[in-house]
């Protein structure tokens, strides 16, 4: 609850500033280092990581395009139950068109393999949501994301009705724009079920990762 009031909040925020500006064309692309909490509430199970990756963008005019890859090593955590580390390679992938003020309309897929299989969840879905941008200053943009994770799958099998995506962020423009800082936050949630032989269950599961990152821009 606490990620979504943050989000909250800065859906107001963002709201209440003036109309974004659109460039023309860029592209960015660079490293990411990852930090990341990993929970199936069901089993009881709770593992932190910590990774590299990488991720690239173009925009143009109204149309902007997003794709990150990412290796995660995770270990279980102190408070949980897991006793078997594994590894997660996650892929991302959004296309974005411009509406009106700092809101776009977005679509895309996110992909999460494991090894060994079945440590924890892998996971697939479609993403359609919302992302909120804007310049608060010349060099530095804020941007708050929403989206419905749609058509979910995940190797231990099993559905998830609703599967919920906030993210929010920052990012900062140095050497006249060539270079681009930026932290982001974001929270995966799925309300899994699945049957166990005797009816369906809730075997929800959640991920939040914070991806700081560093990007050449042209």
């Given amino acids: ?20 500006r659109l460039t023309a ?3 960015t692309v660079g490293p990411q280092l ?3 909490d990993y929970r199936e509430t069901f089993a009881d199970l709770h593992y932190r990581g ?4 990488g991720g690239a963008s173009f925009s143009y005019k109204k149309l902007a395009a997003e794709v990150a890859y990412a290796r995660l090593s995770y270990d279980p955590a102190d ?3 897991a006793v078997t580390p594994f590894d997660a390679t996650q892929f991302e992938a ?11 309309a977005e679509v895309g897929i996110m992909s999460r393999q494991v090894d060994p299989d079945f440590t924890a969840q892998a996971a ?6 919302v992302r909120l941008s804007q310049l608060v200053d010349p060099a530095v943009r804020l941007s708050l994301r929403g989206n419905y994770l749609a058509a979910a799958k995940f190797s231990g099998g099993g559905s998830s009705s609703f599967g919920l995506e906030l993210g929010m962020g920052v990012s900062g423009d140095l050497a006249r724009g060539r270079v681009r800082l930026s932290a982001e936050y974001e929270f995966q949630h799925f309300n899994r079920k699945t049957n166990d032989g005797t009816g369906e269950v809730d075997v929800p599961i959640q991920q ?6 560093a990007a050449a821009s042209f």
């Fill in 34 to 36: 990852l930090v990341a």
């Fill in 50 to 53: 910590l990774g590299f990756g």
């Fill in 94 to 104: 959004r296309l974005r068109y411009y509406l009106a003020g700092p809101a776009s």
């Fill in 1 to 20: 609850m606490r990620a979504v009031g943050r989000a909250v909040a800065m859906g107001v925020l963002l709201t209440a500033l003036p109309p974004c």
């Fill in 124 to 129: 697939a879905a479609v993403r359609v949501g």
């Fill in 79 to 81: 408070d949980g139950g």
């Fill in 208 to 213: 939040a990762v914070v991806r700081i990152g």
């Fill in 25 to 27: 064309q860029s592209f």
